[in-house]
Structures are given as C-alpha cells and as structure tokens.
C-alpha cells in the first residue's frame, strides 16, 4: 500500500521569499514521487520527479525536492516565490513494480503568494 | 509535440443521463489513465488502460467504465449520473506502465443537475 501525506492545506509566503511545501510518503517498495502543479481551471502540469536516482531532484520554475529515505519527506522548495506560483501543488507516489499503476495523490497544498 | 487533450471542456447533465469523455493521449503513449477530481475528495485514480486492455481501476462503481481503442485513445462512460459525480475529470498518458511518468490533459469538467 502506498500514501501520501501534504502537511500543510495552505501555505502564504511574500514574493520573494523562499517557498517550502512539505510532504511525507509511505510505501511497501520502492516509490516514485512526483510533484505536481494545478493553476487554476487548468489541468496538472509536472514540476519534477524523483526515481531513485539522485536525491536532490531539480523541475521546472525554479523549483527543486529532496528525497530523503530515513525521514520518509519529499518536500518542495523554491529560493523566491513569483507571483506566478501561486497555484494548488499535489504531492504523487506511485509504486515502480508492476501493479496497481495508478498515481496516489496528496491532498494538495494551495500555495498563495503575497505582494 | 502536442499534449494530452480531452474533450468537451465542459458539459451539463441530468441526474440519470449517460456521458462520455474522451481523451487522446500524447503521440507514442500506450498507457491512459483517468482521475476524477471532485470538491473535498481530491484527485482519485479511476481507471488505466494499456494496449487496449483495462488494467485496474480505483473504488469506483462499475456504472464506470471505458474503453481504449486501437489507437490508443480512450472514453470514459458514466452510467446513471449522480449528483456527486459532478467534478473535473483529468485523462493522462504514460509511455508505458510502472515508473512512467504521467502526463496530463487539461480535464473535462462535469456537471450533474
């Protein structure tokens, strides 16, 4: 079984200042994670994916996410939030065997960017 | 390279109706998947089909169901509409299956009356 926990539902940052989104995972085997951004009446769009390669995974925007095994986190970062950002940000695992294929999503962490 | 697209954008419907959706995946995918993404639910995993088969669906009643044709594009049918149906339904395709990443269209929102 695999499941994804985003601690936080809304997080407000000032433009400019650094951006963390946090997430935390489980899985029976080897995950796959992703992070995904959702803007508004838009589809999801993928910022970056971790599969066990290297632990430090750089996306698009400016964005990046460490997988760190021991604390079971894949937490979001950005050096300084745009006004551009402010979206809704789905944490994803899935699990690399075959089975159950299938992306489980987080309950999404609604980014809001402050003038 | 053109994205995923989904068909309508948008669409009304009756308690009871019938709907279909449909979706095309990128060029060369084999693998599409819907999710439906409902107010206070989140996004949940429905259904994946692979090389025309369906290969597992999510805890969703059996009045939904699709269909993957030789070209890989898919619909999906939903029997008897519920009002809690109502939600942005989201198609994406991967390459192929485990450890792929998906890619995603853009949704088709429905409505239930």
């Known amino acids: 079984a695999q499941s994804v926990t985003q601690l936080d539902s809304h997080v407000s940052v000032s433009e400019g200042t650094p951006v963390l989104l946090r997430c935390n995972y489980s899985s029976s085997y080897s995950p796959s994670l992703f992070w995904y951004v959702q803007h508004p009446n838009k589809g999801l769009q993928l910022l970056l994916k971790y599969t066990s390669a290297a632990t430090l995974v750089k996306g698009i925007n400016g964005f990046e996410a460490e997988f760190k095994k021991s604390e079971t986190s894949f937490h979001l970062t950005k050096p300084s939030a745009h006004m551009s950002d402010a979206a809704e940000y789905f944490c994803?695992?899935?699990?690399?065997?075959?089975?159950?294929?299938?992306?489980?999503f987080g309950k999404g962490t609604h980014l809001i960017i402050q003038p | 390279e053109a994205g995923v697209t989904q068909s309508p954008t948008h669409l009304i419907k009756t308690r009871g109706q019938q709907v279909t959706l449909r979706c095309s995946p990128i060029?060369?995918?084999?693998?599409v998947y819907w999710y439906q993404q409902a107010l206070g639910l989140g996004l949940q995993f429905l259904l994946w089909y692979d090389e025309g088969e369906e290969r597992n669906r999510g805890n969703f009643p059996p009045r939904f169901s699709g269909r993957q044709f030789p070209n890989y594009s898919s619909e999906l049918n939903v029997n008897a509409l519920e009002l809690e149906d109502s939600a942005l339904y989201l198609c994406a395709s991967s390459l192929g299956t485990s450890g792929y990443t998906q890619y995603f269209g853009p949704g088709t929102r429905l409505t239930v009356l």
């Open positions: 060029s060369g995918h084999t693998s």
């Open positions: 994803v695992v899935t699990i690399s065997v075959g089975g159950a294929d299938g992306l489980t």
